[in-house]
């Protein structure tokens, strides 16, 4: 009987060894005490990407409300105007005990139009404040304020905020002539105003109604 040839790489007699590779999952790598240890992947951490609709996700993505200002309970005026204390002045000519001393040449818009007087007011203080307010419905009037014949106010509009304009009075200047001009009647005509003297304890009301061929002319006197 003739045996068959062993194949290459085996021993008569003995079992041939296993050729394929193991699993790579138990692949295992030898130690000196002969046990065999499974290497397990290192654990990946999730990956987190951008999602786009975040973005534009009211809900999702953080809102920032913008911060408005609350309104002031008192606003403050639109403007401010004070006359400085005056040198001593000379008296008036015309013999009526004031102290005056205007500008030599009036403007051309007190020479054209009518200057009636509508109000003429005795303090007995040194200063006095003006606050000058629209008068009725806020129709857009505008004035311009003189003061002794020199322009005070120039082309302000009245409003609900007042127009304040302070002035000084004793021995030495105890007179001022204030003079307002209507810039237009509004939408509304005339132009009327409405201006709160305020004289130490004592508050005035004066209502000024003024016209394109007629201003409007408040005195102001100091008596001690």
């Known amino acids: 009987v003739t045996k068959p040839k062993p194949k290459p790489g085996t021993v008569a007699g003995t079992t041939p060894r296993r050729t394929t590779p193991p699993h790579p999952a138990t692949h295992t790598r030898p130690h000196s005490d002969s046990t065999a240890v499974a290497k397990a992947a290192p654990p990946q951490r999730p990956e987190t990407k951008h999602n786009p609709a975040m973005a534009h996700n009211p809900v999702a993505a953080p809102t920032h409300k913008p911060v408005t200002e609350k309104p002031e309970k008192n606003p403050p005026p639109i403007a401010r105007f ?104 509004g939408e509304i005509p005339p132009n009327t105003s409405l201006m709160i003297v305020k004289a130490g304890d004592k508050e005035y009301e004066v209502r000024v109604t003024s016209t394109e061929q007629k201003n409007a002319v408040v005195q102001f006197k100091y008596s001690k």
Do not use: C, Q, W
């Not at 008068?135 to 009245?158: E, F, P, Q, W």
């Open 82 to 185: 004070t006359m400085p204390h005056a040198p001593v002045r000379p008296t008036d000519s015309s013999g009526s005990g004031m102290s005056r001393h205007f500008a030599t040449i009036p403007p051309p818009v007190l020479k054209t139009r009518a200057n009636p007087v509508v109000r003429t007011l005795t303090v007995n203080v040194n200063e006095v404040t003006l606050n000058i307010y629209d008068d009725g419905v806020i129709d857009h009037d505008t004035i311009s304020v003189y003061l002794d014949n020199k322009l005070v106010i120039n082309h302000a509009m009245l409003t609900d905020r007042p127009l304040v304009l302070t002035l000084h009075l004793d021995e030495a200047n105890d007179y001022h002539e204030l003079v307002m001009v209507a810039d237009n009647e």
